[in-house]
C-alpha cells in the first residue's frame, strides 16, 4: 500500500487489521504482558516472541530423554542423531538455498569465525577486509582478530563504508564505487544483509555480483534480514552468510543459528576448516576414525552435536512461518512498516526523525528513529506504559512492527503513546 492511502484515523487501523490474511497468526505467539494487558511489542528485531506451540515441541524431547535416555538419539520419536535435518529443507527454503548448502549449528559469531578460518585467506597484496562503519560489535571484533591472527593490522586490513558527511545511511552508488575502486585489495566483503543500527537494507544480489566480479569472497550477515525480507542467497551466490534464529526467527534467547555455504564449494575439501566430529561424513561418523573425512555441504562445518531442545523451539516456529510463506510476510511486513513512517511523518516535530531508509526496497521491517532529548528516557517510560522497542546508544529508538504477529492497531497505538512522549 503507497503512503497516499493510508489514513490517520483509528477506524483505519482497525480496518486494515481486518483485512489482513495473515491476522490470525497472531494467535499463535505468546504475549508479555504489563498492568494485565499484553504490551505492544515492537522488539522482533531483538528477540522474537515465543511459538505457544515451542513448549510442546520441547516437552516432546524432554519425555523422550526421560524415557529413552541414551536410545533417544536412535529412537526418539524425532530421532536426535539426524534431528537438525528436519531443519534443512524449511530453513533452505527461507533463505532461498540449496539443502545442501544450509545447516542450523552454533551462534553467528562462531559460525562468522568458523566461516572466515576457510574463506578469509589474506595475500600481501589482498587482505583487506570490507566492513560497514557501525557493525555489530561482535562482527568487528570478529575481523579484527581475524586480521591480527593472520599478522596484519586492522587499521591498515580493515576497510570501513562510510555514509557521506551529514547523512545516516550508505549510498548504493557509494558501496559499488568503493568495491569497484579497491577490489583487488579486498579479500572479504562482510556486510550486514540490515544494519541493525539505521535498519538499511543493503543491495545484496548486487554486492555479491560486483564483489565476485573483483575477485573478492563475499559473505553477509543475516541476523536482521532472516526471516525479515526474502532472500535468494544460492541465486545471489555470496560465498557464505550466517544469521541467528533469536530474532525473526522467533527461536528462543540464545537460539542456535544458521549458516550457508555455497554449493560451489560444497566438495572443496582443500579449504582449511576448523574441523568437529559432527562435519564428519556421517556413514562413519561412529567407527570413531583418527581422520576426519568431512561431509560435503554446509554440513562438513559442523562442529558439535547440537542441542535439541533448543532445535526443538525452531521447529515450532519454522512451522509457522512456513504456513506464513515469506512472500506474504514482506508485503504485510512492507506496508506495516510504511504506514508506521506515514503516522510518525504526520506528527511534524523536531523531537525525532526516521534515519532508515525511506524506500521500501532499502529496509526491512525496523525503523530506527532519532530521538533529540531524553532518548533513553523516552524508550524507558514506554516500556513502563508496556510499548516495547529498544534503546541504542546514543540517540536510536529501534521498533520493528513484524508481520507475524503485529497489527496496524499496535502500529496506530505505538505513534499515539511514542508522539505525546516526546512532546
Ligand atoms: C548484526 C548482528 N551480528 C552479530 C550478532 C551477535 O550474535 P551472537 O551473539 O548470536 O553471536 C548480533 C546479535 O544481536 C547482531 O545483531
Given at each position: 500500500m503507497s503512503q497516499a492511502e493510508f489514513q490517520t484515523g483509528e477506524t483505519f487501523a482497525l480496518a486494515m487489521d481486518e483485512r489482513?490474511?495473515?491476522?490470525?497468526?497472531?494467535?499463535r505467539f505468546l504475549f508479555p504482558e504489563s498492568r494485565g494487558r499484553e504490551c505492544i511489542y515492537l522488539c522482533g528485531h531483538s528477540l522474537g516472541l515465543q511459538p505457544k506451540t515451542a513448549a510442546s515441541y520441547v516437552e516432546q524431547e524432554l519425555k523422550d530423554w526421560a524415557q529413552l535416555g541414551v536410545e533417544g538419539h536412535f529412537h526418539a520419536k524425532y530421532p536426535?542423531?539426524?534431528?537438525?535435518r528436519l531443519l534443512a529443507e524449511q530453513t533452505a527454503e527461507l533463505v532461498g538455498a540449496?539443502?545442501?548448502?544450509v545447516v542450523v549449528m552454533n551462534s553467528l559469531t562462531v559460525n562468522l569465525h568458523l566461516m572466515m578460518v576457510s574463506f578469509?585467506?589474506?595475500?600481501?597484496?589482498r587482505n583487506k577486509i570490507l566492513i560497514e562503519r557501525g557493525a555489530f560489535p561482535s562482527d568487528q571484533y570478529a575481523v579484527k582478530s581475524q586480521i591480527r591472527y593472520h599478522g596484519f593490522e586492522p587499521e591498515a586490513a580493515l576497510l570501513e563504508l562510510t555514509p557521506r558527511a551529514g547523512e545516516d545511511c550508505m549510498r548504493d552508488e557509494d558501496i559499488e564505487e568503493l568495491i569497484e575502486r579497491s577490489g583487488n585489495e579486498i579479500a572479504l566483503i562482510l556486510l550486514g544483509?540490515?544494519?541493525?543500527?539505521?535498519?538499511q537494507a543493503f543491495d545484496m544480489e548486487r554486492i555479491a555480483w560486483i564483489g565476485r566480479k573483483r575477485g573478492c569472497v563475499v559473505g553477509f550477515d543475516l541476523a536482521h534480514a532472516v526471516g525479515n525480507l526474502p532472500l535468494k542467497l544460492h541465486e545471489w551466490g555470496p560465498d557464505f552468510a550466517v544469521w541467528c534464529s533469536?530474532?525473526?526467527?522467533?527461536?528462543?534467547?540464545?537460539c542456535i543459528g544458521g549458516c550457508f555455504v555455497h554449493e560451489r564449494h560444497?566438495?572443496?575439501?582443500n579449504l582449511p576448516r576448523l574441523t568437529?566430529?559432527?562435519?564428519?561424513?556421517e556413514k562413519t561418523?561412529?567407527?570413531?576414525?583418527?581422520d576426519f573425512q568431512p561431509m560435503a555441504g554446509?554440513?562438513?562445518?559442523q562442529l558439535s552435536n547440537p542441542p535439541i531442545v533448543s532445535l526443538a523451539v525452531l521447529r515450532a516456529s519454522m512451522e509457522i512461518f512456513g504456513s506464513a510463506g515469506m512472500d506474504r510476510l514482506r508485503t504485510k511486513s512492507a506496508s506495516l512498516t510504511g504506514y508506521l513512517e506515514y503516522l510518525l511523518n504526520c506528527?511534524?516535530?523536531?523531537a525525532f526523525s526516521i534515519?532508515?531508509?525511506?524506500?521500501t526496497q532499502r529496509r526491512g521491517a525496523q525503523l530506527s528513529i532519532r530521538i533529540l532529548k531524553n532518548g533513553r528516557g523516552v524508550c524507558e517510560q514506554l516500556i513502563g506504559e508496556g510499548i516495547l522497542g529498544d534503546w541504542r546508544e546514543p540517540d536510536t529508538y529501534r521498533v520493528a512492527p513484524v508481520p507475524l504477529y503485529n497489527t496496524y492497531l499496535d502500529v496506530f497505538q505505538f505513534v499515539r503513546r511514542f508522539t505525546a512522549a516526546t512532546s
Open positions: 489482513d490474511s495473515l491476522r490470525d497468526f497472531r494467535e536426535w542423531m539426524p534431528y537438525h540449496k539443502p545442501i548448502e578469509y585467506r589474506p595475500t600481501r597484496e544483509g540490515v544494519n541493525y543500527a539505521t535498519g533469536y530474532k525473526y526467527l522467533n527461536g528462543g534467547p540464545g560444497a566438495q572443496a575439501w568437529g566430529w559432527w562435519g564428519h561424513d561418523r561412529f567407527k570413531m576414525g583418527p554446509a554440513d562438513g562445518w506528527q511534524k516535530t523536531a534515519i532508515t531508509p525511506p524506500e
